[in-house]
């Protein structure tokens, strides 16, 4: 199976650019997000518990979260790969997902980072607010958003660059475009 990570800082386009992946590849989208959402606008157990948390733009819990990602990892049959978007965040998870991984005989592929800049990050989510009215889209909850990002997740490139595992592709222009980038890197692994 190939095991695709897209990082890249909120509203950088990696739920659009996951899915493109996921149909183009035959791979499962997995989006931590969206099932966190999903959760809460059905007000589930699990919803309840994490909409104060994403709210506040901070992070869940890995320990729910990976009992999440595995249960969801586990629901897809006959599919070629995953794609992570979203997940792993920090250093734990990764190692977390590797444990994972290794259960199944599976390892990452590939980790691709959209690089995309702050100024381009705050417009696009603002821009989504209106548009579909998320709440946890505010200028506050965005820059700590970033910050988080920045902070959490900007190790992990060091983590699978020591495993040849890493790239990143430039994250402003045409969706397109974007994906035709991102699937040059992917088809050079596969």
């Known amino acids: 199976m190939f095991n695709f990570i897209l990082f890249g800082p909120p509203g950088s386009g990696k739920g659009t650019q996951s899915i493109k992946i996921a149909e183009k590849y035959n791979f499962a989208h997995i989006s931590t997000g969206d099932i966190f959402r999903k959760n809460i606008r059905e007000k589930t157990a699990l919803g309840l518990k994490v909409q104060g948390i994403i709210e506040k733009g901070e992070l869940v819990p890995d320990e729910l979260l990976l009992e999440i990602l595995e249960d969801a990892m586990n629901s897809f049959k006959n599919k ?111």
């Open 80 to 190: 070629k790969g995953f794609v992570f978007d979203g997940f792993p965040r920090t250093l734990n998870q990764a190692d977390d997902l590797e444990k994972i991984l290794w259960k199944k005989n599976e390892k990452v592929s590939l980790v691709v980072a959209l690089e995309v800049n702050d100024d381009e990050i705050i417009g696009r989510l603002l821009k989504r607010a209106e548009l579909e009215g998320r709440k946890d889209d505010t200028k506050d909850v965005i820059e700590n958003r970033i910050s988080i990002y920045n902070n959490q997740t900007q190790p992990l490139i060091d983590y699978y660059m020591a495993k040849n595992t890493f790239t990143a592709v430039n994250g402003i222009g045409g969706i397109d475009d974007i994906f035709n980038a991102i699937c040059d890197k992917i088809d050079q692994k596969i």
